[in-house]
Every structure is written in C-alpha cells, then in structure tokens.
Nanobody, 126 residues
Framework: QVQLVESGGGSVQAGGSLRLSCAAS????????MAWFRQAPGKSREGVAV???????SHADSVKGRFTVSKDSARHTLYLEMNSLNPEDTAMYYC????????????????????WGQGTQVTVSS
C-alpha cells in the first residue's frame, strides 16, 4: 500500500526555519520522483522541490537558496528544509510521488504525480 505522511508544519515568524518530513511506505519511497508541493488558499497547487531516485534535485525559483529537498533511504523519509521563511511561504505543504520518469523535464507538474499525502500546514507571520 502506498502511503505518504507529512509532519513538521507549524507557525513561525518571518526569517524562521522549519523542517518538513514525509514518511513514505516502501512502495512510495521506491518511486522515481518524489516532490514537495504547496497550496495557499485561493491559489493553485505550486511545485516546490523534487528529488529523483538518484538523488538529483530541482527547486522552484521562488524557494531556491532557501529550501532544500533531501531524503533518507534508511528511514524512507523525504525532507524539506526551509530557511528564511516569509509570509508568502504560508500554505499547506504536500509530498507526492510518481513512478513516471523525467522528474525534471518538465519539472513539478502536479498532474504527473499519482500519490499524495494529506498535507501539513505552514504559517509564517510578519
């Protein structure tokens, strides 16, 4: 059974940091592309970062230099380290996985991902 369970969200002040975790079942972790998306109220789902099975990564321009995606094979866990947070980062954050290849061309297209977690809320106050 494919399972993705996010945790680590919360409320922080601007400039703060959070680390999100996504615990994946073995089936989910074995998929070629794993990614983080976010969705703010009234906005469409936005890709944040993606990592492939070889560990190659790509980050959206809006978070480049502030957020870092990584994974731990021993723990079957995907991470998103978020630094220098600002109020525009406020959203529900989701992890997702897909068996499809081509994680980076195009990158971070929500319809490419078949499996999703339930989300974890991140709120950044000014």
């Amino acid at each position: 059974q494919v399972q993705l369970v996010e945790s680590g969200g919360g409320s922080v002040q601007a400039g703060g940091s959070l680390r999100l975790s996504c615990a994946a079942s073995a089936d989910a972790y074995s998929m070629h592309c794993m990614a983080w998306f976010r969705q703010a109220p009234g906005k469409s789902r936005e890709g944040v970062a993606v990592i492939d099975s070889d560990g190659a990564t790509s980050h959206a321009d809006s978070v480049k230099g502030r957020f870092t995606v990584s994974k731990d094979s021993a723990r079957h866990t995907l991470y998103l380290e978020m630094n220098s947070l600002n109020p525009e980062d406020t959203a529900m954050y989701y992890c997702a996985a897909t068996r499809e290849y081509g994680c980076f061309d195009p990158s971070l297209v929500p319809t490419m991902y078949n499996y999703w977690g339930q989300g974890t809320q991140v709120t950044v106050s000014s």
